[in-house]
């Protein structure tokens, strides 16, 4: 008999419809473990949040971080909520963690899953956003300036390292290499931003040349945003700066049938840190407190997170339940069709769980 492998998961609900997302999740990953058998989890809920701020003024402790790394995983659901303004709840509580445990992979696949209806033509949806998450126009440096003057003006700076920069390049190919695909596209904007993304094309002309079977390819930003809708079925590995990579997985999930499908994995390649995973959406103020959240993009992003620790059998489970329900048809949120709440699209997956 196999001893019990137990995992220490540090949940962060955060705000609005993260707390909904987060709860389901737990739900589903105690039905997995019951399931399977051999595995454990110790959930450990971190209250740091909008509300949180409201009542300690800052998004979590000075030792948060220190608080948070202790774990083999984290659960994020997500951050910001009128009330607080979204440059600090941001830069206080995801991006630091983001930046400090050196997440710097952020994996954002976008893939139409069975039973969904994508918002355009193409039925053929299946290829990852590689986003660099730890510098790029997200490295908050700037300055106001001459302010409440008619000169006023601001510099909002952004910052490519030559470390940064090769290795999120490196990966996406190194990850088109290990997944058997054979194109990588890279997005740029190199006829606008003339230092930049000048230094991110030639940091991928270098790093291609170290791939000779993939076939690298490149498009400018807007261009890109137009290919997604019109031709989704060429792409494979998409890889991109912090800012143009937030932009397009919106888009990308959009194509799947809302906003509230798409998983994120911020990852640590090396495992120095904890990785944390998320859906890509945020706290949807406009939904929250109503139990309409749709809760699979937070299932996908664990499911991504069991195949980073190891369990690739729990992941497997979980990716097939889910979508077994989907195809059924009868079970979703209102976001992409249903009357669903959140709890009953929980209870119909780990219904499905149960089943196996
Ligand atoms: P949002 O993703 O919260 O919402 C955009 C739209 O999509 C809304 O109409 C919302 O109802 C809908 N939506 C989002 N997720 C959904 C889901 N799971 N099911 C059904 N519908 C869903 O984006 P926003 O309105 O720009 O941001 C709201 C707040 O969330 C802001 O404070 C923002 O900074 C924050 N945010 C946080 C994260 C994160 O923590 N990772 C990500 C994005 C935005
Ligand atoms: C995301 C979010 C964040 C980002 C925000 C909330 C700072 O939009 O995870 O996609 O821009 O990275
Ligand atoms: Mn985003």
């Given at each position: 008999m196999t001893a019990n492998r137990n995992f220490k998961i540090n949940l962060l609900p955060g705000d609005g419809i993260g707390v909904d997302v987060v709860r389901e999740g737990v739900r589903v990953m105690e039905a997995l473990a019951r399931k399977t058998g051999g595995i454990s989890f110790s959930f450990n809920t971190l209250p740091w949040s909008c509300e949180y701020y409201l009542n300690h003024g800052r998004m979590m402790p000075a030792d948060g971080l220190k608080i948070l790394a202790d774990c083999d995983s984290i659960l994020l659901g997500a951050v910001g909520f009128p009330g607080v303004p979204d440059h600090i709840s941001l830069r206080e509580l995801l991006l630091p963690i983001r930046v400090e445990f050196d997440q710097y992979v952020n994996m954002r696949p976008i893939k139409l899953l069975p039973g969904l209806e994508s918002?355009?033509?193409?039925?053929?949806i299946d290829f990852v956003v590689v986003r660099e998450n730890s510098?790029?126009?997200?490295?908050?440096r700037g300055s106001f300036n001459?302010?409440?003057?008619?000169?006023e003006y601001t510099i909002q700076e952004s910052i490519f390292t030559r470390k940064g920069t090769e290795r999120i390049i490196r990966y996406a190919f190194e990850y088109a290499e290990r997944n058997g695909l054979n194109q990588v596209m890279s997005a740029t904007k190199s006829n606008a931003l003339n230092y930049s993304m000048v230094f991110w094309d030639k940091i991928f002309a270098e790093i291609q040349k170290q791939f000779p079977k993939i076939q690298s390819r490149q498009m400018h930003i807007d261009a890109l945003a137009g290919f997604f809708i019109m031709h989704p079925e060429r792409l494979q590995v998409v890889v991109a700066s912090n800012l143009f990579g937030d932009i397009l997985t919106d888009l990308g999930s959009a194509m799947l049938g809302s906003i509230g499908i798409s998983p994120s994995g911020n990852i640590n390649p090396e495992r120095r840190f904890p990785s944390m995973f998320e859906p890509i959406?945020?706290?949807?103020p406009d939904i929250a407190g109503k139990g309409i959240a749709n809760p699979i993009g937070t299932f996908w992003a664990i499911a991504m997170m069991l195949e980073q620790l190891g369990l690739s059998d729990e992941n497997a489970l979980l990716m097939s339940a889910m979508c077994d329900v989907l195809a059924e048809?009868?079970?979703?949120?209102?976001?992409?069709?249903g009357s669903s709440t959140t709890t009953e699209v929980s209870d119909a997956v780990i219904a499905m769980i149960e089943k196996r």
């Open positions: 918002p355009i033509k193409s039925d053929k510098e790029g126009e997200y490295c908050g001459k302010q409440e003057t008619p000169e959406h945020g706290s949807a048809g009868k079970i979703r949120t209102p976001d992409i069709g």
